[in-house]
């Protein structure tokens, strides 16, 4: 335990509760000396900082406070004396395995094993002190005694850290350091944050999940962090992105490096925030599950020479509030995007995975890989038909006419943007009026190359596996072979078309009722 303890340091309890000392003193009625906590964990306290009608500190919680002895709690140690513990003096037979935000399970060092190939931390490449006391760099000098220089990730998580400074204290004895993790803190951005950026110019990613941190902030950082790549933000309950002395429509400034920024599980409930992102010039990916967005943005820009979202070519939008097929339509507009997630929203619900991933894929031509699945030149092909069927009836209604797709209503085409040059590209469907979600076909199944086997007309919906149809073409024409292989045409003239992937349903194949199924043994 420090020997003075100050309001604003970071304290921890015996059973590994955080929280910040508000305040420092003697309580009106009481005998000795008391600390008042707000803690992070607004559960962990009593009150509002006040005690028998006096107000000591305020919190952001009704409960968040408590006063405690300063026996009860520790304050912080230099990161070099717990690296030193954790990596060189400590020798045991155990490995503690943790999990960091990245997701990797690790193992804390300090143990028998790399107490054997190690005197200092010449050999480390990682630096793992989640968890632990660490408020400090502590004496840099010793620090660089240990031979740091090949560390290049730290994890100070839950720690005590409270300044930005002593972070580039630390990556300022560490010349190879490129990774920072920081959540679960609360950090102080220095008065003049560019005072630091040497220090923390070689630190490429950055971790600061669930530090409450705000966008004021984040703005700073950019000054902080001039090499900035990757940043992850997640759980912050952040609203906007943009602070309240500026202009709601000016676009984000600074992070001209950055390349990945993760907004996963907040707030944000208004696509014009995220629109203020358009002007990163090296942004590729974009991550923003889990908010509340209900709808996407078009980035086509009012000036014809200027590009939106130059760089983006990853977007993730899981588990938001999309209701609208328009949203995917303006996602067509992001001219470099080739990969997308969008499940968990509104906008597919009524309609089954297959049928939803080949509207997708139909709607957005440059798209190459939908939730994670690649997207190959049959798909695409397969699904663009699809989504051409589907909606003919609707087409032919509002004026359209298959010879002269510009002949439809301006209405329709303000739903299907890319409905008309899909047409012109594949032609009329053969049977007019729209793909119902499930529907029954009648499939005529033959053996080209078994001239003993009649064929046979069979009913099924198609919404069913090929690897079913497979089962069932076994058993009614009783063939034992391993290998069976499926292909279909639309009449006598029509080329084959192989139908390969046994988990698809037949609607992926855009298999029509009154098609001939061939079947091929071995």
Sequence with gaps: MSEVMGVGERIVDKNGQRGTIRFAGVLEGSKGEWLGIEWDDSSRGKHDGSNKGV??????HATGGSFVRPTAVLTGRPFVEIVRRRYVDEVGDKVEEMRLDSGVAVSALGTEVQRQRTEDLSEVGE????????????????????????????NLSSTLMTEWTEVAAIARCMPRLRRLELSDNQLQIPPAPSSIADSLSVIRAVYLNRTGIAWDQIVCMSEMLPSLEELHLCQ??????HSASSPREN????????????????????YSEVWRLRSLP???KLILNDNRLPAVQSAVSDDPSLTLFPALTSISINNNAVSQWNSIDNLSTYTQLTELRLKGNPVFEGETVADHRQLTIARIAQLQSLHGSPIGDKERQFAEQFYTKRYFTDFTRHGGKADSPDSVDASFTTQHRSYCSLLAKHGAPLVDGPAPKSQMLSLQIQFPEEPDKQGRTVSLPNSIPLQALKAMIRRLFHVQATRLSLSYIRNAEDAEREMDEDQRPLSYFAVASGNIVLARIG
């Design 55 to 60: 107000q000591y500190f305020t919190c952001k």
């Design 282 to 284: 090296k942004l590729e």
């Design 236 to 241: 912050n309950n952040i609203t906007a992105l």
């Design 127 to 154: 630096a793992h002190v989640r968890g632990t006391e660490v408020s400090c760099c502590g004496d840099a000098t010793a620090l660089k005694a240990l031979r740091p220089d090949k560390v290049k990730m730290v």
């Design 251 to 270: 676009p984000v400034n600074g992070f001209a490096n950055l390349r990945l920024l993760n907004l996963e599980i907040n707030s944000l409930s208004d």
